[in-house]
């Protein structure tokens, strides 16, 4: 494995744990806020659980797809491996 691939897939696999930890944080926690927070709290509570969804689907591309992703990204395209 090459040293982009090796880089983007753990990359991908920190995403793809962060946004899956943070989406089991924010099902948490919900309850509480609804009760205290109001609606503010709760367009608060989606936005972040907006983010940590769409950092689950990129880690999860990042991950299975490292060695694509790190020819795009180092403009190798060209290069058939």
């Known amino acids: 494995m090459k040293t982009p691939t090796l880089i983007v897939r753990l ?5 793809l744990a962060n946004g ?11 309850p509480a806020e609804a009760r205290f ?3 503010g709290a ?3 509570i989606s936005t972040y659980q907006m983010y ?3 950092g689950v689907v990129v880690g999860l591309l990042g991950a299975c797809c490292a060695g694509r992703v790190a020819r795009l990204l180092t403009f190798d395209a060209g290069r058939e491996t």
């Not at 990359?11 to 995403?15: E, K, M, P, S, T």
């Not at 899956?20 to 919900?30: F, R």
Request: overall charge neutral; cysteine-free; charged content about 0%.
């Open 11 to 15: 990359a991908g696999l920190y995403l």
């Open 20 to 30: 899956s930890i943070s989406l089991i944080q924010i099902s948490q926690s919900v």
């Open 37 to 39: 927070g109001g609606a």
């Open 42 to 44: 709760m367009t608060m």
């Open 52 to 54: 940590a969804v769409a």
